[in-house]
Protein backbone atom coordinates (compact mmCIF):
# COMPACT_ATOMS: atom_id res chain seq x y z
CA UNK A 1 0.00 0.00 0.00
CA UNK A 2 1.09 3.83 -0.87
CA UNK A 3 -0.66 7.13 0.21
CA UNK A 4 -3.40 7.88 -1.93
CA UNK A 5 -3.85 4.25 -2.21
CA UNK A 6 -8.22 3.44 -1.92
CA UNK A 7 -9.30 0.27 -0.69
CA UNK A 8 -13.34 -0.54 -0.17
CA UNK A 9 -13.68 -1.75 3.43
CA UNK A 10 -16.14 -2.18 6.21
CA UNK A 11 -15.22 -0.90 9.81
CA UNK A 12 -15.03 -3.03 12.55
CA UNK A 13 -12.88 -1.30 15.11
CA UNK A 14 -10.73 -3.73 17.54
CA UNK A 15 -11.11 -1.90 20.31
CA UNK A 16 -14.40 -0.33 20.51
CA UNK A 17 -14.12 1.66 24.07
CA UNK A 18 -12.12 4.69 22.78
CA UNK A 19 -14.18 5.02 19.80
CA UNK A 20 -14.78 8.52 19.03
CA UNK A 21 -18.45 9.80 19.88
CA UNK A 22 -20.67 9.04 16.93
CA UNK A 23 -18.35 6.13 15.96
CA UNK A 24 -20.21 3.04 17.21
CA UNK A 25 -23.07 4.35 14.28
CA UNK A 26 -20.14 3.87 11.72
CA UNK A 27 -19.11 -0.35 12.89
CA UNK A 28 -20.04 -2.68 10.21
CA UNK A 29 -20.68 0.34 7.95
CA UNK A 30 -18.84 -0.38 4.78
CA UNK A 31 -16.98 2.49 3.03
CA UNK A 32 -14.40 4.17 0.91
CA UNK A 33 -11.06 5.09 2.94
CA UNK A 34 -7.27 6.74 1.41
CA UNK A 35 -4.44 5.54 2.70
CA UNK A 36 -2.78 8.65 4.30
CA UNK A 37 -0.14 8.01 6.29
CA UNK A 38 1.71 5.49 8.70
CA UNK A 39 0.97 6.20 12.02
CA UNK A 40 4.55 7.13 13.95
CA UNK A 41 6.04 5.18 16.57
CA UNK A 42 4.88 6.16 19.99
CA UNK A 43 1.12 6.38 18.99
CA UNK A 44 -1.93 4.40 19.19
CA UNK A 45 -1.89 2.21 16.36
CA UNK A 46 2.06 3.01 15.80
CA UNK A 47 3.17 1.19 11.96
CA UNK A 48 -0.32 1.14 10.47
CA UNK A 49 -1.35 3.21 7.66
CA UNK A 50 -3.95 5.81 8.78
CA UNK A 51 -6.93 6.00 6.63
CA UNK A 52 -8.92 8.74 5.81
CA UNK A 53 -12.76 8.47 6.18
CA UNK A 54 -15.39 9.23 4.03
CA UNK A 55 -16.16 13.19 4.42
CA UNK A 56 -19.50 12.58 6.16
CA UNK A 57 -17.99 10.21 8.86
CA UNK A 58 -17.46 12.16 12.35
CA UNK A 59 -13.56 11.16 12.35
CA UNK A 60 -11.33 12.04 9.95
CA UNK A 61 -9.35 8.74 9.80
CA UNK A 62 -9.18 5.52 11.15
CA UNK A 63 -6.53 2.95 11.14
CA UNK A 64 -6.13 0.16 9.00
CA UNK A 65 -6.27 -2.31 11.53
CA UNK A 66 -9.79 -1.40 12.09
CA UNK A 67 -11.06 -2.16 8.54
CA UNK A 68 -12.29 -5.54 7.31
CA UNK A 69 -13.43 -7.18 3.70
CA UNK A 70 -10.50 -4.80 2.18
CA UNK A 71 -10.75 -4.50 -1.47
CA UNK A 72 -8.02 -2.55 -3.08
CA UNK A 73 -9.78 0.15 -5.87
CA UNK A 74 -7.96 1.57 -8.79
CA UNK A 75 -7.78 4.85 -9.81
CA UNK A 76 -7.61 8.27 -8.37
CA UNK A 77 -8.72 9.18 -4.39
CA UNK A 78 -10.28 12.20 -4.75
CA UNK A 79 -13.43 11.39 -6.57
CA UNK A 80 -13.71 8.29 -3.74
CA UNK A 81 -13.38 10.50 -1.16
CA UNK A 82 -16.09 12.81 -2.84
CA UNK A 83 -18.79 10.58 -2.96
CA UNK A 84 -20.59 8.19 -0.83
CA UNK A 85 -19.78 4.37 -1.92
Keep these: MKAGDRVRAVFMPQLRDDLRLGM ?5 ERGVFIA ?3 IEAGEPYAGQWA ?11 VPLCDLVEVEQLQGS ?3 AHEVKP
Excluded at 24 to 28: D, F, P, Q, S
Excluded at 51 to 61: F, V
Aim: aromatic share 22%; glycine share 0%.
Design 24 to 28: KNYVI
Design 51 to 61: MLAPRWWPCEW
Design 77 to 79: AAP
Design 36 to 38: AWI
